[in-house]
């Protein structure tokens, strides 16, 4: 259970922050034009995180080091 809320999370971030890269590239909150730079700057700071969040998701890569606490729970 605890593995499917994680899956489900790490696909939902995902969809944010490559949706964040989407509407700040089409100026959805309608920035001032003076501030076009930093826009693309953010949109493209999202977007790089968003697809990086996509590898670690299909890599399964883990900070936490939860697949070990599986694998010691599995042993015992």
């Not at 089409?26 to 001032?32: A, I, Q």
């Not at 700057?41 to 070990?68: N, P």
């Amino acid at each position: 259970m605890f593995r499917a809320l994680r899956v489900f999370f790490g696909l939902f971030m995902i969809l944010v922050y490559v949706g964040m890269a989407v509407l700040m590239f089409l100026n959805f909150f309608n920035w001032n034009t003076s501030l076009t730079w930093f826009r693309y700057l953010l949109a493209g700071v999202f977007l790089l995180y968003g697809v990086y969040r996509c590898y670690r998701q299909i890599a399964g890569i883990d900070y936490y080091h939860l697949k070990d606490m599986d694998d010691d729970e599995d042993k015992e």
